[in-house]
């Protein structure tokens, strides 16, 4: 597996070098201004990028955030400062085009270097992998669910169907419901359906009182 090329938006020497010293496992490729960072991006694509907000000629990095994200939607950033107030990081951190950590400076380098092996391992790819496989999940779990009450509803049905057709008197709708362990309304539309479908006679229960055909709807 390649080294990880991690993308180093930072205008301050010193500062780059402590990265380069954190970060010597992987690979680095510095930039100093946000506009560069755009341009990099396509012709060398990284796997993280570390995001200072006071940059070179005046750039703001927060600014250049949502195009960042734009350019690489499932890469991880790291918005490093120490002039954001903590709503501003907070936003930062919020919406489809945000960085995935914060860190203040001066920054505390085993705390990047865990960010940073924790942002590789978890977020990117991995990130959106998981999401669909969450997704599928929770498709399947629904199907399962609506299954199970289809199958639960046929066979209740099965055995109303043989419970009315042996009376003569219009069922009982209450009693049926305590018998089945459901709500009234749900017997009734069970009923409904029975009847539509042709499995029992509209006359075993011809007319809806008021109360009744109100729980229904």
Known sequence: MSTPHIL????????????EE????YRLTRV????????????????????????????????????????????????VSGALEVQEQIGALQGPRRAHYC???PVDLEDLTRTVGVALQECGE?????????????RRIDSEFLFSRSTDRLSRQ????????KSAERPNISALAREFGVARRTIIRDLQE?????EIKPEVFPKWDSEDAGEAE
């Open 8 to 19: 180093v938006v930072e205008d301050d020497d010193l500062q780059y070098e402590l990265y």
């Open 22 to 25: 954190a970060l010597k496992n």
């Open 32 to 79: 100093t201004t946000g506009s560069d960072a755009l341009k990099s991006i396509p012709q060398d694509p990284p796997r993280l990028v570390i995001l200072d907000h006071i940059l070179d000629k005046g750039d703001l990095g927060l600014d250049y955030l949502p195009e960042l994200k734009e350019l690489a939607p499932h890469v991880p950033v790291i918005l």
């Open 103 to 105: 860190i203040n400076k």
């Open 126 to 138: 991995r990130e959106v992998l998981r999401g669909f496989e969450a997704l599928e999940r929770s």
């Open 158 to 165: 099965t055995e109303l169907r043989k419970t009315v057709s």
């Open 194 to 198: 029975l009847i539509r479908r042709g």
